[in-house]
């Protein structure tokens, strides 16, 4: 049987087994920004660009929208996929090629370890990072949370993190694949079809609601369908890694794009998704691994004298406390552990102990044991038909 140990922290978030490209010819003028086709992927693409205009009014930046794997497979469960790299790898070879600058990237889809090419160049500030509970508009007004749905109730969702956390607190529930943009998704809660009780996902499904993220809700200006914001204390349900976050992926050694991002950059919502993506990356996680966190600046709420002390400027937020809440499920929730620590980062360094020290804890608790069956019984993932 595979054993899961936390051993001493990787020397490296890169792929080792992908070979660096020659150095493609650096842009001289137009920076050439890569991003997906999806409307909501080029809504925050556009942040991005309006961004950087404002920080470099003089630089033409131009945009390039192209489909993922991910994109073009509308139908297949997200974890029947084998590729970690399912939203990034057509982009990547763009950028590895030198035909693209820079990459736009929601953070929670960028894979924990990057090809040895490429590098993450800047992490914008983090939207809202929960999921949000959408009813569907023959509930909504008799049905304000998971709780209070009846027993065979249908939730649509394409992640296992949030089924298998939702068939831990609640289940009486049923799940459903639901794939597509977040628009196509709402219209197939918003539809009336007859029920269907292979629930498959297909036409038939009749979703009583789905689970999505709050951020993109928020940025696409449907905030008004969020029926219920769920965190650890409300639903009991933690978000994926990275998520609410932008990243921006560029090639390693590019000191000009790094040079272009850094105004760009959030210190504070960089150093809590390292300690995430350093939580999963140890852990071995993916799209078909239920892993949730959740991170929380403590002196954001509880010590704002202290960043009065430490003024204004690069410093500031640095060598202040991180808590960091994390659970690992099994696919049919009937198993569980979690976990909470905290520590001073200030650094990269610093982040990435502390999601190691999270994933060193949850082991301890038990989570190999959890991950170990995840792996060991692949196919249990395939038929989940509400993951």
């Known amino acids: 049987m595979t054993s899961i140990e936390v051993g001493p922290l990787p020397p490296t978030t890169t792929d080792p087994s992908t070979k660096a490209p020659p150095n493609p010819t650096p842009s001289t003028s137009t920076i050439h920004i890569g991003t997906r086709r999806s409307k909501l992927a080029l809504l925050q693409t556009d942040i991005v660009h309006e961004a950087l205009q404002k920080a470099w009014p003089d630089q033409d930046f131009e945009i390039h929208a192209m489909s993922t794997m991910g ?56 939207a809202d990072p929960r999921d949000a509970l959408v009813m569907a508009p023959r509930l909504a007004a008799t049905h304000k949370s998971l709780s209070s749905l009846p027993p065979g109730s249908i939730v649509g969702t394409s992640s296992v993190r949030r089924s298998a956390q939702i068939a831990r607190l609640y289940p009486h529930l049923r799940f459903a694949n639901v794939r597509g943009n977040v628009g196509t998704r709402l ?16 036409a038939g499904v009749r979703y009583s609601c789905l689970i999505l993220a709050a951020a993109g809700l928020l940025r696409l200006g449907l905030g008004g369908r969020i029926t219920q914001f769920l965190d650890s204390q409300s639903g009991g349900i933690f978000h994926a890694v990275g998520q609410g976050a932008l990243g921006i992926e560029i090639r390693v050694g590019d000191e000009r794009m790094r040079t272009l991002l850094r105004p760009l950059e959030d210190r504070r919502t960089a150093l809590a998704c390292l300690a995430e993506r350093s939580l999963m990356r140890t852990l071995e996680g993916g799209c078909s691994v239920p892993i949730g966190v959740e991170t929380e600046w403590m ?20 060598g202040e406390t991180l808590l960091m809440r994390a659970i690992v499920v099994s696919l049919d929730g009937t198993d569980h552990v979690q976990g909470e620590q ?6 990269a360094e610093q982040a990435d102990e502390l999601g190691w020290g999270m994933a060193r804890e949850l082991v301890e608790k038990g989570a190999a044991r959890i991950l170990e069956t995840i792996n060991l019984n692949r196919e249990v993932i395939e038929r989940q038909d509400g993951a």
């Open 187 to 202: 219209a197939k809660l918003d539809a009336e079809p007859a029920p269907d009780e292979s629930g498959d996902g297909g």
């Open 342 to 347: 905290k520590g001073g980062i200030s650094s």
């Open 71 to 126: 994109d073009k497979n509308q139908t297949t469960p997200l974890h029947n996929f084998g590729a970690k790299s399912l939203w990034t790898h057509e982009l990547e070879a763009g950028l590895v090629d030198g035909s693209l600058d820079l990459i736009v990237h929601s953070l929670k889809d960028m894979p924990t370890q990057l090809p040895s090419s490429c590098a993450l160049g800047a992490v914008l500030t983090r």
């Open 299 to 318: 002196d954001a709420h509880h010590e704002a004298q202290t960043e009065a002390a430490q003024g204004e400027g690069e410093g500031k937020g640095e």
